[in-house]
């Protein structure tokens, strides 16, 4: 168990629709990171927050967004999906802003399907 | 822009036997590097990564790696393989603010 939970563990929804993914990360940790893992794709990187503050973006689509609130958990929220957009997706937290070689720890994952 | 390469996508070894994964990295400054196993169904958890210092690193469940730079290099090894190592192994590298790049994954199956 790394200590970063997510909800929920599995996600069936309709193409158009919108979802929200939860991440809370390890107690004491101020980054999250977001991934998405596909068997065309593999795992991207998709965006970073650290401490509320967007830190890093890699390929996120301009139809998904994420926050993290003051408590520290983040949410990514997924709208007008397409068959497309079904894949694993994965929360990872580490302790600082990145630095490089931050350590990060990774959530079981909520699986998307789109029907 | 940096990249990961897993030449092998699956590997198939008998139990008891020696193993080890390729993973070959683009990078252009110090890289900081990273093997995760990903079993059915779970999460990524780390098995070790590399900052700096010693070449040769040890992680959980008796692996090792050792990061060459004249080869851009960061293989996987373990000397005797386990039923339960079979799972997924995906290399990484870290860049600038801690954002992950994977190579594709190496597919482990073990045989009895």
């Known amino acids: 168990d790394s200590g970063v939970t997510q909800t929920p563990k599995h996600l069936i929804t309709a193409t158009g629709q919108r979802v929200t993914l939860r991440c809370s990360p390890r107690?004491?940790?101020?980054?999250v990171y977001w991934y998405q893992q596909s068997l065309d794709q593999g795992l991207q990187f998709l965006i970073q927050?650290?401490?509320?503050?967007?830190?890093a973006k890699g390929n996120i689509l301009e139809r998904f967004s994420a926050q993290q609130f003051p408590d520290l958990h983040s949410e990514l929220n997924l709208s007008s999906l397409e068959l497309g957009d079904s894949a694993l997706y994965f929360c990872?937290?580490?302790?600082?802003?990145?630095?490089?070689?931050?350590?990060?720890?990774f959530g079981p994952g909520t699986r998307l399907t789109v029907l | 822009a940096q990249s990961v390469t897993q030449p092998d996508i699956h590997i198939t070894v008998s139990e008891g036997a020696s193993l080890e994964l390729r993973c070959n990295y683009s990078?252009?400054?110090?890289?900081?590097l990273f093997w995760y196993v990903q079993s059915p169904g779970q999460g990524l958890q780390l098995l070790l990564k590399?900052?700096?210092?010693?070449?040769l690193v040890q992680g959980i469940k008796g692996f090792e790696a050792e990061f060459k730079r004249s080869q851009s290099s960061f293989n996987l090894r373990k000397p005797s393989v386990h039923w339960s190592d079979a799972a997924e192994y995906f290399c990484?590298?870290?860049?600038?603010?801690?954002?992950?790049?994977f190579g594709q994954g190496t597919i482990l199956t073990v045989h009895p």
């Open positions: 990872a937290s580490s302790t600082s802003g990145g630095a490089g070689g931050d350590t990060q720890y």
């Open positions: 107690s004491g940790d101020l980054s």
């Open positions: 927050y650290y401490n509320g503050e967007e830190r």
């Open positions: 990078y252009g400054a110090t890289p900081y």
């Open positions: 590399y900052f700096s210092g010693d070449t």
């Open positions: 990484a590298v870290s860049t600038s603010y801690g954002k992950l790049t």
